[in-house]
């Protein structure tokens, strides 16, 4: 399965996080996040696969979503003002 596209139909679980069930393998596997699943799975499949397609059912979409929600969003100002190391009260 060398360089090949793997598809991983995969739930979430409110017990135990993202849910996946993996083909080629006789358990499944669990993560707390979408990329600690896409790397369980790289490393459990011991292969080069370099892309790893996750397909989220209704509950991982929801969890997903929910996840993007919660998230603080940061105005933009802020950001330039921390790239650019200035402080946001104006030039000292």
């Given at each position: 399965m060398s360089g090949e596209r793997l598809e991983v139909c995969m739930t979430f679980d409110s017990a135990k996080g993202y849910?996946?069930?993996?083909?080629?393998l006789a358990e499944s596997l669990t993560a707390l996040s979408l990329d600690g699943l896409r790397r369980?799975?790289?490393a459990a499949l011991l292969s080069d696969i370099v892309d790893v397609r996750l397909v989220l059912d209704r509950a991982a979409r929801g969890d997903r979503d929910r996840r993007g929600r919660d998230r603080p969003v940061r105005r933009i100002s802020v950001l330039l003002a921390s790239r650019l190391n200035l402080a946001l009260d104006g030039p000292a």
């Open positions: 849910v996946a069930m993996v083909p080629d369980r799975i790289g």
